[in-house]
């Protein structure tokens, strides 16, 4: 289980301004193998959040841990998938999945295997190959995910992941998602801009508030698992965006800046 507790993150400012607060006490439980979705207004902490769950950052006062240990730096227990592939250039696919194996002394015979699987689940057997400028936007974002899940982690950061494909991959790549978090059920943690993305992947989403954020509400997503292929057409999943529309509408209407696609 993660849990925060009364966390606060500032970033200090430019030309002796005062520093920048981020997150404001902010409290947070998610449960073990959940799906979490994290929304908010654009710049209000969320790439901050999963950064301090991450290890990347630490929290200038409150706690963060993992099954009661204090998150004091990255862990081998945190697999990350950013928007921006992050990929080795040199390096073609098997390799580039393989690099987190390969930093931890897995023996080739046994990197290459577990490699080669989960190539094969995202969708990229043939491509071991090809390098990443080869690739389209959407096959790297699959190599980004397989690399993250290839380490095995007990829990998956993803942030925006598939915020800067085309709609038709971004929606193949959901469907990816769903079909691995059903087969192996790890903890996920994915901030999104988007609506239709939180509901169609959480089991519950954080709705954030403006900077410096708190937990403004969560939200029980309350769809069945695996998810069904009319899901657009259901009227909890209808009702539930229309019921988050709302919500950020009146944040924008506040002046917060809410920006969701």
Known sequence: MIAISHCSKSYPSQNGE????????????INDREFVCVLGPSG?????????????????????????????????????VFQDFALLPWADVLANVAFGLEVRSVPPAERRARAQALVDAVGLAGFERHYPRQLSGGMQQRVGLARALAVDPAIL???????????????ALQEDL?????????????????????VRLGDRIVLLSARPARVEEIIEVGLPRPRPDDLGTSPRFVGTKEYLWKRLKRQAAAGTGANVI
């Not at 981020?22 to 439980?29: I, N, S, Y």
């Not at 769903?178 to 939180?198: G, I, P």
């Open 178 to 198: 769903l079909r691995l978090h059903h087969q192996n059920r790890k903890t996920v943690v994915f901030v999104t801009h988007s609506v239709d993305e939180a």
């Open 44 to 80: 209000c902490g969320k790439t901050t959040l999963l950064r301090l769950l991450a290890g990347l950052v630490l929290p200038d006062a409150g706690e963060l841990t993992i099954d009661g240990r204090p998150i004091t730096g990255p862990s081998p227990e945190c697999g990350l």
């Open 157 to 171: 950061l993803m942030d925006e992941p598939f915020g800067s494909l085309d709609s038709q991959t971004r929606r």
């Open 18 to 29: 005062p520093a920048i607060p981020v997150l404001a006490g902010l409290d947070l439980t």
